[in-house]
């Protein structure tokens, strides 16, 4: 049974859930979700592999920065100090993988652009390449955020335009996987756990 942490600080935290349920279905490991709330919560499930959830970055950093929760910047040292811990930031998680702004260094090696592609209303679905999965996968952007630069492995890119990256066992995709309806970046997520721990 591996321990899935799901960071739970504000936005698209349920469809994750039901995410990790059917990526947990396709490939056959059992897993266990933690909501992670505040950095108590992740000391005390210790999990084998974290979802950093997409929603409105700037609420997620007060919210994890308010001290009942304290999560912030915890979370992003706990990340650090576990280098083969397996990371799935999405949209506003990717923005908190990119720039923790914890004075430590960013959690993937990318420099990220807030709301680059302008308002909800150019929010837009089309079909991605992920060289991570070997296959096209739906991308859902919602008021997405824009990598500037990265000096990381590509694990998505919709034509020209590298919209996922990885270093290490982080990903970081700056659509929502977890809407597509394809639990590809979530298997992928927890193969990489059961490799990694068991
Ligand atoms: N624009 C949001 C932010 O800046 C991210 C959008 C999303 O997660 N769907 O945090």
């Known amino acids: 049974m591996l321990r899935i942490g799901l960071v739970m600080l504000q936005g698209a935290r349920h469809a994750h859930i039901a995410a990790i349920e059917a990526a947990s279905s396709r490939s056959g490991i059992m897993v ?3 909501e992670i709330r505040k950095l108590s919560d992740l000391q005390s499930s210790d999990p084998q592999a974290l979802v950093l959830p ?5 609420t997620m950093r007060l919210t994890g920065l308010d001290e009942a929760s304290n999560l912030l910047p915890g979370l992003f040292q706990w990340i ?11 949209c506003a998680g990717a923005i908190l993988l990119s720039d923790p702004q914890d004075g430590g260094y960013p959690l993937v090696d990318a420099r990220i652009d807030r709301n680059a592609y302008g ?19 739906p991308g859902v952007f919602i008021r997405a955020p824009r990598f ?4 990381a492995e590509i ?9 996922g990256v990885r270093t290490g066992n982080v990903v970081a995709l700056t659509f ?10 979530h298997v992928w997520l927890l193969e990489s756990a ?5």
């Not at 650090?80 to 999405?90: E, F, I, S, Y």
């Not at 998505?156 to 919209?163: F, K, L, T």
């Open 32 to 34: 266990e979700i933690h």
């Open 54 to 58: 997409g929603g409105e970055s700037t």
């Open 80 to 90: 650090r100090d576990r280098p083969t811990l397996p990371v799935l930031g999405t």
């Open 119 to 137: 308002r909800q209303s150019d929010s837009f679905q089309d079909t991605l390449y992920s060289p991570l999965l070997g296959c096209d996968f």
């Open 148 to 151: 500037i630069s990265h000096d």
């Open 155 to 163: 694990s998505a890119m919709h034509g020209d335009e590298v919209v």
């Open 176 to 185: 929502h996987p977890e809407l597509s309806g394809d639990p590809g970046f």
């Open 194 to 198: 059961k490799e990694a721990f068991q």
